[in-house]
């Protein structure tokens, strides 16, 4: 199977007054074509700064030191130009963020900005070809009164038609990886729901890789196909969803799911912040296809 | 477009502050037609009506050379509209696009813009306009000059601000996903964001370039006789207070309302505008 993202030995140092802060400390990971992957852990456990790798915006960074290797669609990144990783952003891949409200620019209609992220495939494109493409695209994703939503801006949608229109714009240019951080954090539960359902059929039929950043295992396990699961920079377990949640290898698994609020009450689990048994070596499960 | 007019309706001081501000644009553009005394804004002289208090011949009375004092007023107006349009529309170009920059690349970028807008904020605006006007030679195009130099730091430091803080909002990320350029990002994304507090900042500011142009001229340092301005009219009547008061009480009232005009105005559009400050 072909590989679209294959991450090999990244790692990742932030260079400050203080010397070399080190984030990632060799990550290797890869998603095949049509696969949704899952990467979960804590806040600061390098699943964004992983995201912003892959992106190309990281490299950006002066102070950021990257090593290792990693490849998508068989090119590697890390060789390419500034402009040639821009190049890729919004047409090759896309991303889904936190909070769909404030990922839209609040003085331009969403009209004006879906025409936008479509002209980066089709520069030049007609306003009225866009127009009707962005209308399709809305109805896609279920959106009842697409020319209205386009003349709309975004502080007058809710979140869930927010976050539709995110997908919609997403998946418009027909990317081949899709980065989900945390999509719909920001929104509430039924809402987030629909929302995930609706993205798996849309990356299904699309056949879209994505890379989904969590940590919500709730929403992991509905939707990925695959996990990896990373501590303080390292990839500490991977294998198939559900062997991960069957049978969690690694101490820092069984904590994380321990973690999870029951809804039967009995309080909040007690999970310790660091443990030993949380920096022992990877856990790798076999894989079941 | 209703909807802001009807909210500047619903505030009396802000409907207040465009009437005036109506007012003194209509009479300064339409001055050649509806001053009493056309001719009066330049050399012309008058000694039969020389420094007579106001009356219904010269609402406002006449200075020191029988120029009707009401028409000089109108022209000065002209002038001092003019200028603030040009400085306005040089300093605030130049500043945001400074501050811009400065704040949405950061790095070394910020660095050197902004230090660099710091020297010019360090020194006293006025004292940097008076030194200037004091090396160049005092006519309207320097006095422009002058004060664009000493304006553009505030836009520069106000955009600056706002985009320091619309880099870290979701649709600059967003943008940046999707491939958009720096210059892109920041002319076509972060700009407009900026654009409320801006058009906020210029219509107050309307009234203080006035007052500092007012200021150069009332030390002679600005627009130079016989063009008429409300500075140099208030300075020459000055000498001849309290019993000659039109001389320069008028001018002053002059002054007066076209800031109070253009403040109220200005605070009038912030809140329509939704800037806070």
């Known amino acids: 199977m072909s590989r679209i993202l294959d991450i090999v030995d990244l790692k990742l140092g932030f260079k400050g007054y203080a010397g070399l802060t080190e984030v ?35 490299q950006e960074t002066r102070t950021a030191r990257i090593a290792g290797k990693v490849s998508f ?16 952003r919004g047409t090759e891949m896309s991303m889904i963020f936190q909070d769909p409200t ?17 002209r980066r495939r089709v520069p030049g494109m007609s306003n009225e070809t866009a127009t009707a493409k962005a209308a399709q695209l809305l109805a896609d994703v279920s959106i009842p009164d697409p020319s209205r939503v386009l003349q709309s801006y975004a502080f007058q949608l809710s979140g869930g038609m927010n976050q539709r229109v995110m997908i919609a714009m997403a998946l418009s240019n027909r990317p081949k990886l899709l980065l989900a951080d945390e999509p719909g954090t920001a929104l509430d539960v039924t809402v987030q729901a629909q929302t995930l359902t609706l993205m798996r059929d849309l990356v299904t039929d699309h056949g879209t890789s ?13 939707f990925a196909d695959r996990i990896y699961v990373v501590y303080r920079g390292r990839i500490v377990e991977s294998g198939p969803t559900k062997s991960i949640f069957g049978k969690p290898g690694h101490a820092y698994t069984r904590a994380l799911l321990s973690a999870v609020p029951r809804i039967t009450g009995a309080g909040l689990p007690e999970v310790p912040e660091i443990s030993d048994d949380f920096l022992a070596p990877m856990v790798t499960h076999e894989a079941v296809s | 477009m209703i909807r802001s007019l009807r909210i500047l309706a619903a505030n009396p001081m802000s409907l207040f502050g465009l009437i005036l501000v109506v007012i ?40 020191l050379v029988g ?75 320097n006095a422009m000059l002058a004060v664009t130099v000493m304006w553009w730091p505030w836009y520069a430091r106000l955009v600056y601000n706002i985009a320091r ?39 107050l500011d309307m009234g203080f370039v006035i007052i500092i142009a007012s200021s150069l001229s009332f030390l002679g340092l600005g627009v130079q006789p016989p063009t008429p301005d409300l500075g140099s009219m208030v300075a020459e ?26 403040n109220l105005l200005g605070d009038g559009l912030r809140e329509i505008l939704g800037v806070d400050e």
Not at chain 1, 210 to 222: A, D, F, K, P, Y
Not at chain 2, 41 to 62: I, Q
Not at chain 2, 76 to 101: E, H, K, R
Not at chain 2, 190 to 198: D, F, S
Request: charge should be negative; include cysteine; glycine fraction near 10%.
């Open chain 1, 24 to 58: 990632l400390h060799g990550m290797s990971l890869h998603i095949n074509a049509g696969e949704r992957v899952a990467l979960v852990g804590e806040s600061g456990s390098g699943k964004s700064v992983t995201a912003r790798i892959i992106l190309g915006l990281l």
């Open chain 1, 73 to 88: 669609d068989g090119h590697d990144i890390s060789t390419m130009s500034g402009s040639q990783r821009a190049a890729l």
């Open chain 1, 102 to 118: 404030s990922a839209l620019n609040p003085v331009f209609t969403i009209g004006r900005q879906f025409t936008e992220v479509l």
């Open chain 1, 210 to 222: 994505v890379l989904l950043i969590s940590h919500n295992l709730g929403v992991v396990r509905e």
């Open chain 2, 24 to 63: 003194i644009v209509l009479a300064a553009v339409l001055a050649p037609w509806i001053t009493p005394y056309p001719t009066h804004n330049g050399a012309v002289v008058d000694f039969a009506f020389a420094n007579d208090a106001p009356s219904a011949r010269n609402w406002m009375g006449t200075d």
């Open chain 2, 67 to 141: 120029r009707d004092i009401l028409s000089r007023i109108i022209y000065a107006y002209q002038i001092s509209l003019v200028l603030g349009i040009v400085v306005l529309s040089i300093s605030v170009p130049l500043g945001a696009v400074v501050g811009l920059f400065a704040g949405y690349a950061g790095g070394w970028v910020e660095s050197v813009l902004m230090r660099l807008t710091d020297v010019f904020l360090s020194v006293p605006p006025l004292v940097l306009a008076i030194a200037m006007m004091g090396v160049l030679e005092p006519t309207l195009i």
């Open chain 2, 165 to 203: 803080s619309e880099r870290e909002e979701g649709y600059v990320l967003a943008a940046e996903v999707i491939g958009a350029s720096t210059t892109h990002i920041a002319f076509r994304e972060i700009l407009p964001n900026c654009l409320p507090a801006i058009i906020t900042k210029m219509t």
């Open chain 2, 237 to 262: 009547g000055a000498r001849y207070l309290p019993d000659s008061w039109w001389l320069s009480v008028f001018p002053g009232l002059a002054i007066l309302l076209a800031v109070f005009g253009f």
